[in-house]
């Protein structure tokens, strides 16, 4: 269909009309506990109410300078990205300056990218600020030229306020049960792995004891890889002592060996979170990396989920504060790039593998000591 027909002034809502949309807006959001389902719904009752082409609510993910698609609905066919960089058009021009950008004439907006195959005479973008940062950007399309006057563009920007309150109250939410399930989480972890630490015995060689470890932190903690690395330090090389994965490529890692000094790249310090270094797929070629890396199979993923570069190093520290060898896992079940409080749950876990290295090779070097005494 040629859209550009179809040019001329819309019969703009009345008050009554846009204060009914907002009442629809409100009902909408009330009790409302998935951010997800907040704003579908918000996006179908102005997109439907308004009559526009199109209707986007897209999220800002800061440290990317990314908009990122959560709700969108369109009366054409659309193929093009789901995100967008903060630099492009007008939803970028919004999210940068924090500020409403309206173009009632497309073909006079400096900012305006036009979509392939469309006509859009006028767009209007309003930003989401919470009382933290600048969350993200409203997006309404109109075929007809002067489809948002000042009262329609108040509007949006009261449904973008009630937007952001909305969300912050989610977040909270989401928050509160988060922790509480961290807690519980963190608890049963912690049992299941005094249940191994109460399993493995002195006589246990060092591979067996690896692999032992690797596979149960795989199973309690929800990683699907697990890497554990060795260093050898007579030789200033990491070695992979044991792998815990379905994965082809991690399996044949086992057994690789790898320059100590620049195991963990060039600059590791920029990607340092606690005492623990995460690379994000972005960042993994500036990084230069040297250490094992193998990309699994992941489906496709959200720009705040674990992708398939991810990369995650947890430091093994004796009691005497050496560090052995480093704890390496990808892929979590939860699908989530790890928190400040996910990595400092797996650095507990570090800690004990570390003192059960140590104690299974103090017993080995006392094993052999006492043989080679009585041998003398």
Same mark, same amino acid.
């Given at each position: 269909?040629?859209?550009?027909?179809?040019?001329?002034?819309?019969?703009?809502?009345?008050?009554?009309? *846009?204060?009914?949309?907002?009442?629809?807006?409100?009902?909408?959001?009330? &009790?409302?506990?998935?951010?997800?389902?907040?704003?579908?719904?918000?996006?179908?009752?102005?997109?439907?109410?308004?009559? #526009?082409? /199109?209707?986007?609510? *897209?999220?800002?993910?800061?440290?990317?300078?990314?908009? !990122?698609?959560?709700?969108?609905?369109?009366?054409?066919?659309? /193929?093009?990205?789901?995100?967008?960089?903060? @630099?492009? &058009?007008?939803?970028?021009?919004?999210?940068?300056?924090?500020?409403?950008?309206?173009?009632?004439?497309?073909?006079?907006?400096?900012? =305006? $990218?036009?979509?392939?195959?469309?006509?859009?005479?006028?767009?209007?973008?309003?930003?989401?600020?919470?009382?933290?940062?600048?969350?993200?950007?409203? %997006? *309404?399309?109109?075929?007809?030229?002067?489809? !948002?006057?000042?009262?329609?563009?108040?509007?949006?920007?009261?449904?973008?306020?009630?937007?952001?309150?909305?969300?912050?109250?989610?977040?909270?939410?989401?928050?509160?049960?988060?922790?509480?399930?961290?807690?519980?989480?963190?608890?049963?972890?912690?049992?299941? =792995? *005094?249940?191994?630490?109460?399993?493995?015995?002195?006589?246990?060689?060092?591979?067996?004891?690896?692999?032992? +470890?690797?596979?149960?932190?795989?199973?309690?903690?929800?990683?699907?890889?697990?890497?554990? #690395?060795?260093?050898?330090? %007579?030789?200033?090389?990491?070695?992979?002592?044991? $792998?815990?994965?379905?994965?082809?490529?991690?399996?044949?890692?086992? &057994?690789?060996?790898?320059?100590?000094? /620049?195991?963990?790249?060039?600059?590791?310090?920029?990607?340092?979170?606690?005492?623990?270094?995460? !690379?994000?797929?972005?960042?993994?070629?500036?990084?230069?990396?040297?250490?094992?890396?193998?990309?699994?199979?992941?489906?496709?993923?959200?720009?705040?989920?674990?992708?398939?570069?991810?990369?995650? =190093?947890?430091?093994?520290?004796?009691?005497?504060?050496?560090? +052995?060898?480093?704890?390496?896992?990808?892929?979590?079940?939860?699908?989530?790039?790890? @928190?400040?409080?996910?990595?400092?749950?797996?650095? +507990?876990?570090?800690?004990?593998?570390?003192?059960?290295?140590? #104690?299974?090779?103090?017993?080995?070097?006392?094993?052999?000591? =006492?043989?080679?005494?009585?041998?003398?």
């Amino acid at each position: 269909m040629d859209t550009a027909q179809h040019s001329g002034t819309p019969a703009h809502p009345q008050a009554g009309d *846009l204060l009914i949309m907002l009442q629809a807006i409100t009902t909408a959001m009330a &009790g409302t506990t998935s951010l997800d389902v907040l704003l579908d719904r918000t996006v179908a009752v102005v997109h439907h109410r308004l009559s #526009n082409i /199109s209707t986007t609510i *897209l999220e800002l993910l800061a440290a990317e300078q990314m908009l !990122y698609t959560r709700a969108y609905l369109a009366e054409l066919p659309y /193929s093009g990205p789901m995100s967008l960089a903060t @630099t492009v &058009g007008m939803i970028g021009a919004a999210a940068r300056s924090g500020t409403t950008i309206v173009a009632n004439d497309t073909t006079t907006n400096p900012y =305006f $990218v036009p979509t392939p195959g469309w006509h859009t005479g006028a767009q209007l973008c309003v930003p989401i600020v919470t009382s933290r940062s600048i969350w993200g950007v409203i %997006s *309404l399309e109109s075929q007809h030229g002067d489809a !948002y006057p000042p009262a329609i563009v108040s509007a949006i920007e009261v449904v973008a306020q009630q937007l952001a309150l909305a969300i912050e109250h989610i977040n909270l939410a989401e928050h509160a049960r988060e922790q509480a399930f961290m807690l519980d989480r963190r608890a049963r972890e912690q049992e299941q =792995f *005094l249940a191994l630490n109460s399993r493995l015995h002195a006589g246990m060689n060092l591979d067996e004891l690896l692999q032992h +470890i690797a596979d149960t932190i795989s199973t309690i903690v929800g990683f699907q890889s697990v890497v554990i #690395n060795l260093i050898d330090t %007579s030789n200033d090389l990491v070695y992979v002592a044991a $792998v815990a994965t379905n994965d082809p490529a991690g399996i044949e890692l086992l &057994g690789a060996t790898y320059p100590h000094r /620049s195991f963990l790249g060039l600059d590791p310090e920029r990607f340092r979170v606690s005492r623990s270094y995460f !690379y994000p797929a972005e960042a993994i070629d500036s990084a230069e990396l040297i250490g094992p890396t193998f990309t699994p199979q992941l489906d496709a993923r959200a720009p705040d989920e674990w992708q398939a570069e991810d990369l995650l =190093f947890i430091p093994l520290v004796s009691y005497r504060d050496d560090i +052995i060898g480093y704890l390496s896992v990808d892929d979590p079940q939860d699908r989530r790039r790890p @928190t400040r409080a996910t990595i400092q749950g797996l650095e +507990i876990y570090a800690s004990q593998v570390a003192a059960a290295i140590e #104690n299974t090779r103090m017993f080995t070097q006392l094993t052999q000591a =006492f043989t080679d005494l009585h041998a003398d």
